[in-house]
């Protein structure tokens, strides 16, 4: 409907008066819908534009945001850094240059997300531009030109039926790996760009795989509080001296794992080994006298976590083996120390059937005659697995279903079961990654993503922090570690010499 507001509200956005507008005053006919109202930005530089337009001089690192013209755009900034205004910023001058340039902006909060787009309403105020919100979006900014900036809720449904030609994720480190990889399917079609801006908060996730991935074509822009002269030297001190982990995060723009994880990041990457490498590690070592004790056989432990509906399952294998560490200068004997070296991760698909796990486990196994023992959690839609696995299994591996319980102790169960409280599981797995009795050689698949689910375990839980991330490849791990202990002791520090007093009694 062409009326009196309309026109008022075109004259408004093309700066032109109507000559007639006083004759068209009561004109309330139907007409075509209003075309798009072009208010391009003057023809200098967005430095230019943003220095004498919008009263904003950007220092060094800003400006290099600003005169980017990357299609994956990552910041990792300090707070009160100025990356929300820096982007606001460049949106605006993008959403002036193109007429219905679709932008969404995504964030762990809408609240969050609409500290942007405020920004970018108060830019545009200050051009003297008309503004108003997208029909239905509370937190939104429609230009004259018809091109939009939104927030977008975070939620694993906000991808359905949207398209962008800019997608901006603020506080990227907050933000899930399942609503980032929903949301940026968004720019898909359209060749768009995405820019990503955060302060660091965790060693995991996608803000911290893009920034560390120096394969893929992001344009990285690093800043910290050292750039910013501005911010109060005396709050710094006390920020550092009341929480340096913290301090850490926010204002040095380190991944400081926090202190509510039972991992880090260090330590899971200190038991990878180049190919080749024989460096001692590990804690109980075994003194071998010819003929009178025998060297302990290698051995392997495969760890089976069945997933439930939304879970991965996982098959994960564990090599016991002596190391020969050269002879005794006292008693002159031959030393050998155990070492657990992972040999295979293997996730399978969400929702695979539990016939095809069964198959699949069973091809992974070695047909050779080598003693080997199979752990299973067998809690849940284990049981019918565990029979299956029983009378198919050759005699040379030996099955233990484990049910996984949230006691203190270890319980033997009838049928052959064993319960084993999970935190105990965890915890052995840990002492073995500390001990550096567990290795694994470098380049392994799926290591990646085991690391990945260590650091994400709760100190106060052994459970993913808020239930975001699998722990499948954690826990199969876990079952095959906790075998090997149980069956060796000195894989662990606390249990210094050889695993079994009773097979090797003349040990020294």
């Given amino acids: 409907m062409l009326t009196w507001p309309n026109l008022r509200?075109?004259?408004?956005?093309?700066?032109?008066?109507?000559?007639?507008?006083?004759?068209?005053?009561?004109?309330?006919?139907?007409?075509?819908?209003?075309?798009?109202?072009?208010?391009?930005?003057?023809?200098?530089?967005?430095?230019?534009?943003?220095?004498?337009?919008l009263d904003f001089t950007p220092s060094p690192k800003q400006a290099e945001i600003l005169t980017s013209e990357a299609k994956y755009l990552i910041l990792c900034c300090n707070r009160q850094w100025g990356k929300t205004t820096t982007i606001a910023a460049k949106a605006l001058y993008a959403a002036l240059q193109t007429p219905k340039l679709k932008i969404a902006v995504v964030a762990r909060s809408k609240e969050q997300a609409g500290i942007l787009i405020d920004n970018a309403t108060e830019f545009a105020i200050t051009l003297g531009l008309r503004t108003r919100r997208v029909p239905g979006k509370q937190q939104s900014l429609q230009l004259p030109n018809l091109s939009r900036i939104v927030a977008v809720p975070h939620t694993l449904h906000s991808s359905l039926g949207r398209t962008a030609?800019?997608?901006?994720?603020?506080?990227?480190?907050?933000?899930?790996?399942?609503?980032?990889?929903?949301?940026?399917?968004?720019?898909?079609?359209?060749?768009?760009?995405?820019?990503?801006?955060?302060?660091?908060?965790?060693?995991?996730?996608?803000?911290?795989?893009?920034?560390?991935d120096t394969e893929s074509n992001w344009h990285r822009v690093f800043s910290n509080v050292e750039d910013c002269p501005g911010i109060d030297r005396d709050y710094l001190a006390m920020q550092q001296r009341a929480n340096p982990i913290r301090y850490s995060q926010d204002f040095l723009c380190q991944f400081v794992q926090p202190a509510n994880r039972l991992c880090s990041r260090e330590a899971a990457t200190a038991i990878v080994r180049k190919k080749g490498d024989n460096t001692p590690s590990g804690?109980?070592?075994?003194?071998?006298?010819?003929?009178?004790?025998?060297?302990?056989?290698?051995?392997?432990?495969?760890?089976?976590?069945?997933?439930?509906?939304?879970?991965?399952?996982?098959?994960?294998?564990?090599?016991?083996?002596?190391?020969?560490?050269?002879?005794?200068?006292?008693?002159?004997?031959?030393?050998?120390?155990?070492?657990?070296?992972?040999?295979?991760?293997?996730?399978?698909?969400v929702g695979l059937d539990y016939g095809k796990v069964h198959q699949m486990v069973l091809a992974a196994l070695?047909?050779?005659?080598?003693?080997?023992?199979?752990?299973?959690?067998?809690?849940?839609?284990?049981?019918?697995?565990?029979?299956?696995?029983?009378?198919?299994?050759?005699?040379?591996?030996?099955?233990?279903?484990?049910?996984?319980?949230?006691?203190?102790?270890?319980?033997?169960?009838?049928?052959?079961?064993?319960?084993?409280?999970?935190?105990?599981?965890?915890?052995?797995?840990?002492?073995?990654?500390?001990?550096?009795?567990?290795?694994?050689?470098?380049?392994?698949?799926?290591?990646?993503?085991?690391?990945?689910?260590?650091?994400?375990?709760?100190?106060?839980?052994?459970?993913?922090?808020?239930g975001a991330m699998h722990d499948d490849l954690v826990m199969a791990l876990a079952l095959a570690v906790s075998a090997a202990v149980r069956d060796t002791p000195s894989l662990l520090p606390n249990h210094p010499g050889e695993p079994d007093k009773r097979t090797h009694p003349r040990l020294l």
């Fill in 366 to 466: 070695p047909s050779a005659p080598r003693k080997a023992r199979l752990v299973i959690d067998a809690g849940g839609p284990g049981p019918p697995v565990v029979d299956r696995l029983r009378s198919a299994l050759p005699a040379h591996i030996e099955l233990k279903p484990v049910i996984i319980t949230g006691g203190k102790g270890h319980n033997t169960l009838t049928g052959g079961y064993t319960g084993i409280p999970r935190r105990s599981l965890i915890s052995t797995l840990l002492m073995a990654m500390v001990a550096g009795t567990l290795i694994v050689e470098e380049g392994l698949p799926n290591w990646g993503q085991l690391v990945d689910e260590l650091v994400e375990l709760s100190a106060e839980t052994t459970h993913p922090i808020g």
């Fill in 9 to 53: 509200y075109l004259a408004s956005a093309t700066g032109e008066v109507c000559p007639n507008a006083g004759a068209l005053a009561n004109f309330t006919r139907t007409a075509p819908q209003l075309r798009p109202v072009s208010t391009p930005v003057e023809p200098q530089g967005i430095l230019e534009w943003a220095a004498s337009k």
């Fill in 283 to 349: 804690a109980g070592i075994m003194s071998y006298v010819r003929g009178a004790t025998v060297i302990p056989e290698s051995k392997v432990y495969y760890g089976l976590d069945l997933g439930q509906r939304f879970d991965h399952s996982a098959f994960v294998a564990v090599e016991l083996a002596w190391r020969h560490r050269g002879k005794d200068p006292v008693h002159f004997s031959e030393r050998y120390q155990p070492e657990l070296k992972i040999t295979a991760l293997t996730r399978f698909p």
């Fill in 165 to 212: 030609h800019i997608l901006i994720v603020d506080e990227a480190a907050k933000v899930t790996d399942e609503v980032y990889y929903a949301v940026s399917p968004f720019v898909s079609r359209t060749n768009g760009k995405i820019w990503l801006l955060s302060t660091p908060t965790r060693q995991t996730g996608f803000f911290y795989n893009f920034w560390h």
